[in-house]
């Protein structure tokens, strides 16, 4: 019965009004032995066909959920969650109301918060990736791409602050089995530093020092301005020009000097 809709009886027990329809015969369609009229349907005809329109509707998707691919959703709404209100707004229930699934549903696929925050993590590390990727292509040099490195490395934590705390807090050095994709993405990330600072090295660009040195010259250059500037120990305001000067300062201390002559 539609909603609002009165029952078509009255009470227990009252007998229908003279020309008052019987309930039966108008559930029935009209009086025994009267036919429906042209184009008519007849009520039940019309019953049969309203719990299919209702098993219709509710095999609609979620709201706000309709590709399938629930643990991909459930990242991004983390990732949402993590630059709108930082580290501690980043919970399961959340991110499922956002996506439009029960609280329950995203635990199939993170048994805990912290399973959850890593795979938060390690979509912001293959953001950062994604937009750094054609800055260092443009660069000509294995020197300038690693300067153009260090540069894509402070602009991301100036641009996304949330996301570098994720990548940068100690939470998933204190469980290196459960935070295992994660740290070999963040190894991946530093071998292609390292390949960078070998080619520079074999195509005679930089000084014959220790490669090892000269990787962690240039992370804590990045980490550090990047720091400075989120922590208000230098202005935001021509962050990017300061950046690149310091970075030319290191570059020119690694740059092998040319032979007299």
Do not use: C, W
């Not at 199939?108 to 937009?131: I, N």
Request: charged share 30%; proline share 9%.
């Amino acid at each position: 019965m539609p909603p609002g809709r009165k029952r078509a009886e009255g009470p227990p027990g009252k007998k229908a009004a003279a020309g008052e329809p019987r309930a039966k015969e108008a559930a029935a369609g009209g009086p025994p032995g009267k036919k429906a009229a042209a184009g008519e349907p007849r009520a039940k005809e019309a019953a049969a066909g309203e719990p299919r329109a209702r098993r219709a509707h509710s095999k609609r998707p979620a709201r706000g959920y309709h590709h399938g691919d629930l643990k991909r959703a459930l990242v991004d709404a983390g990732v949402a969650l993590l630059e709108e209100a930082g580290i501690e707004a980043v919970v399961l229930r959340e991110a499922a109301r956002r996506v439009g699934v029960s609280p329950a549903a995203p635990f199939r696929h993170f048994p805990s918060r912290e399973d959850f925050l890593r795979a938060v993590a390690l979509a912001g590390l293959e953001r950062f990736e994604l937009v750094s990727a054609a800055e260092i292509a443009a660069a000509p040099t294995p020197l300038l791409r690693f300067r153009a490195l260090g540069l894509a490395s402070v602009r991301f934590a100036l641009e996304h602050p949330a996301l570098f705390e994720l990548l940068n807090g100690p939470a998933f050095r204190a469980d290196p089995e459960g935070a295992r994709e994660l740290l070999a993405a963040q190894d991946e990330a530093r071998s292609r530093l390292r390949a960078m600072l070998h080619e520079a090295r074999a195509q005679g660009e930089l000084r014959p020092t220790d490669p090892i040195v000269t990787e962690v010259a240039g992370r804590a250059l990045a980490y550090g301005l990047a720091r400075m500037f989120l922590d208000g120990h230098l202005p935001r305001e021509g962050a990017m020009e300061l950046t690149a000067a310091v970075l030319d300062v290191l570059g020119e201390g690694l740059a092998r000097r040319p032979d007299p002559g």
